[in-house]
């Protein structure tokens, strides 16, 4: 969900939609597991072959192209302690539209993502969050060229198996590759500057 535009003081109500609109989402991915591994367990059934391990399929909902092959990646909606229960990636616009077009994080470089995803608990709609806040969060982790100027756009998403926690609110997942849910998007509205020719001109003091 696309929620640029929105001010600050509405951004979490927005967010909370995207959230129940992602739930809704889930319960449909999980019922087309269920239903999945129940004709797969017949085929293997009636075909006479062992059975194969489709992980927790039947269980939690997972990012996966396709359950057959490939990790099976669960969705964690309760491991933030936050409402809404989400992380967030700050990136400049241009990538956070590819995340969205192409439902993956591939696009990211390793400017941003050196290796891993990194995701942070800095809610956007936050009162005392600003640009120097999220790109020290970079800078902590060892990519030391994001600057502020990069911080236009968040990538709001949950947490899966693969995430771990960091120090001081940051979290990695341990590999950049692969399908992955992005629940909200938007571009940041961070306060102006005051322009130089706002300040008022030095004078009295010299005659």
Partial sequence: MCLTGLPKDEL???LNNAVKKYHAY??????AQ???????RAYEQAAGLPPKDFGNLEMVPCMTETPMFG??????LERIPADPALLYAYLPTRLVQA????????????????GV????????YDRIITAKSVVSKYHQRWCSTVEREDMQSFLAIFPTDRFTAEDNGVWTRCITRG??????????????SV???AWPTASGWDD
């Fill in 195 to 197: 322009p130089d020719t």
């Fill in 12 to 14: 979490r109500n927005g």
């Fill in 179 to 192: 399908h992955f849910d992005i629940v909200a998007h938007g571009e940041m509205i961070w306060p102006s």
């Fill in 117 to 124: 995803v990194l995701a942070m608990d800095l809610c956007p």
């Fill in 34 to 40: 269920v239903k999945w591994v129940a004709e797969a």
């Fill in 99 to 114: 995340c969205v077009e192409n439902r993956n994080l591939e696009s990211v470089p390793t400017k941003y993502f050196p």
């Fill in 71 to 76: 990790y099976r990646e669960e969705i964690d």
């Fill in 26 to 31: 889930l319960k449909r991915v999980m019922k």
